[in-house]
């Protein structure tokens, strides 16, 4: 509950295109949040299915619920944006059809947005899941985490990678006045407002809880379409429109573009040094992802990245897949991963 006393109030907006299964589940699991006032809107983008039927049924059944017909399906970025444009609460989410909110999780992030009137956004753990059966979610907070909304920026410049999946943010709609909603990017528009909304205001994190549940499956747009040379060059992409070209000026916006390039060709060179370590060449795309690296940092061969894969190119494949060192920075990097997810895990970075 708000420690403020008062009820919070929040706008759900629910982009739905073909998915009538997951539907009611979904407006279903905003309703029913405690402690905050929920209205929900629902814009179907020219669904082929029963979507758009079912919606209005959701719409009869609880006066909370609107909903918003496309006459043409106009894609994720528009239909969140149409649906933004309606919402009046104080605080606005944006729930994939096929997303669920966890019980009390609006509430949680509420607290801590009506503490923190400086704070722009909140965001929290989120759970991935197959199929029907939903995993058990915690509702235990262990703390409150405020960062300023600049180093939180930095961070992921520095890291080049987005580190929330979206249904997970609740977002402070006077702070969205400013920034705007989503552009048009083809899968990294949620991680470009993260980031816009960090460049003017502080970011907050609920601790230990479980904040939504993120279902995954074959046919959600995180799914189709992306391999690893597209994510890295769709990440290029939300940075250089952030940064080149920014709604809102942002201080040191150069530099943070170069923290980010870099971080995007030492992972891409990375990338290239695994399929030697595995000797798996024929599979991975080694000289598109040291092309990429070159095109997104001309400075690429200052990287250390860079010089392990010239070790590597040097002796070959078939020998650095065997050879001790090699080896052993497959060991360490493996290692590093598992360390960053469980620090993702734990602290939302």
């Known amino acids: 509950m708000p420690i403020s006393g008062r009820v919070p109030t929040v706008s759900v ?60 399906n106009q894609g ?23 997303d669920l909110l966890t019980p009390g999780s ?22 991935h899941f197959v199929g029907d059966d939903l995993p058990p979610a915690s509702s235990d907070v262990a703390s409150w985490t405020v960062w300023p909304g600049s180093d939180w920026l930095r961070r992921r410049c520095e890291l080049g990678v987005n580190c929330i999946t979206s249904p997970e943010v609740v ?23 993260w980031m816009r909304l960090a460049s003017v205001a502080d970011v907050g994190h609920v601790d230990g809880a ?25 990440r290029r992409d939300a940075f250089e429109l952030l940064l080149r ?28 040094c ?7 060449l024929g599979d991975r795309p080694v000289a598109e992802f040291v092309e990429f690296a070159q095109s997104v940092y001309p400075r690429s061969q200052e990287l250390s990245e860079w010089r392990a894969l010239q070790r590597r190119i040097r002796v070959g494949p078939a020998l650095a897949s065997k050879m001790p060192w090699f080896l052993a920075s497959a060991v360490r990097r ?5 360390r960053a997810y469980r620090t993702w895990e734990r602290t939302g970075i």
């Open 274 to 280: 695994r399929a030697y370590d595995r000797n798996a």
């Open 171 to 193: 977002m402070r709609s006077s702070v969205v006045d400013v920034v705007g909603g989503q552009r048009e990017l083809a899968h990294t528009h949620d991680m470009e407002m």
């Open 106 to 127: 609006v509430g949680r992030a509420a607290a801590l947005l009506e503490r923190f009137p400086g704070v722009g956004m909140v965001y929290g753990h989120p759970l």
């Open 13 to 72: 907006v629910v982009p739905c295109f073909n998915y009538e299964h997951f539907l009611p589940a979904s407006v279903g699991s905003a309703l029913s949040q405690p402690g905050v006032a929920i209205d929900v809107i629902v814009v179907d983008d020219c669904s082929t299915d029963s979507s758009l039927a079912v919606a209005r049924s959701l719409a009869e059944a609880d006066q909370r619920v609107r909903v918003l017909e496309h006459r043409r």
């Open 245 to 272: 070209e920014p709604v809102v000026p942002i201080a040191d916006a150069a530099d943070l573009l170069d923290l980010s390039q870099r971080a995007l060709a030492r992972e891409a060179l990375d990338r290239a």
């Open 210 to 234: 479980d904040q939504a549940w993120h279902r995954d499956h074959d046919r959600s747009r995180s799914a189709v379409g992306v391999d690893v040379l597209t994510d890295l060059a769709e």
């Open 334 to 338: 493996k290692l590093e991963v598992s």
């Open 76 to 98: 994720p970025v528009a239909t969140f944006n149409d649906g933004l444009e309606l919402a009046q609460g104080e605080y606005v989410i944006r729930l994939d059809a096929d």
